[in-house]
Antibody, heavy 119, light 107 residues
Framework: EVQLVQSGAEVKKSGESLKISCKGS????????IGWVRQMSGKGLEWMGI????????RYSPSFEGQVTISADKSISTAYLQWVSLKASDTAMYYC????????????WGQGTLVTVSS | EIVLTQSPGTLSLSPGERATLSCRAS???????LAWYQQRPGQAPTLLIY???RRATGIPERFSGSGSGTDFTLTISRLEPEDFAVYYC?????????FGQGTKVEI
């Protein structure tokens, strides 16, 4: 069974750094794209970026490039989303997603990680 | 960047009725790389339709997708109580994935 299990909720202050994780299981982690999607409270879905763990090829949405870093460690089937300096506006639910075989849609979603940043 | 516009914003229907949701793209969607997701309150989204018309694994036949180019439709033939949720369309092209703003289907 394919599963994406994300790290737990985080409460941080503005200016702090953070790295959240997403562990894949039940499939060949290296051969499927893994992405991140943001959902602010009561709002829609925003694609942030995506990585191919096999060769670390990474793509970012223009809205998030330079704001976050996506990485992956294929040896432990885990992808990461990282901030160097959080802002209150980063408060949101973050989902990791698996790209389907063609990479055009997201067939599995993690349970979400709620990040709360206080100013 | 392709912008997806969903309509209506909210659809008020009763169980058993037919729901028709629209997703319009600002440019033609390559190879019909258009997907639909359902998000129930407090839950992560789930994939319903990919490739504009292909049902994802385990998705009931009452969900169907159609369209091409810039105009796409998700149809729910007969609404079940669990179908009242928010629906998002999503496209892929030029190494970018974008979502529409969502349509809420409410009782």
């Amino acid at each position: 069974e394919v599963q994406l299990v994300q790290s737990g909720a985080e409460v941080k202050k503005s200016g702090e750094s953070l790295k959240i994780s997403c562990k894949g299981s039940g499939y060949s982690f290296s051969t499927y794209w893994i992405g991140w999607v943001r959902q602010m409270s009561g709002k829609g879905l925003e694609w942030m970026g995506i990585i191919y763990p096999g060769d670390a090829d990474t793509r970012y949405s223009p809205s998030f490039e330079g704001q976050v870093t996506i990485s992956a460690d294929k040896s432990i089937s885990t992808a990461y989303l990282q901030w160097v300096s959080l802002k209150a506006s980063d408060t949101a639910m973050y989902y990791c997603v698996r790209g389907n075989f063609g990479g055009d849609s997201f067939d599995y979603w993690g349970q979400g990680t709620l990040v709360t940043v206080s100013s | 960047e392709i912008v997806l516009t969903q309509s209506p914003g909210t659809l008020s229907l009763s169980p058993g009725e037919r729901a028709t949701l629209s997703c319009r793209a600002s440019q033609s969607v390559r190879s019909n790389y258009l997907a639909w997701y359902q998000q129930r309150p407090g839950q992560a989204p789930t994939l319903l339709i990919y490739g504009a018309s292909r049902r994802a694994t385990g998705i009931p036949e009452r969900f169907s997708g159609s369209g091409s180019g810039t105009d796409f439709t998700l149809t729910i033939s007969r609404l079940e109580p669990e179908d009242f949720a928010v629906y998002y369309c999503q496209q892929y092209g030029n190494s970018r994935w974008t979502f529409g703003q969502g349509t809420k289907v409410e009782i």
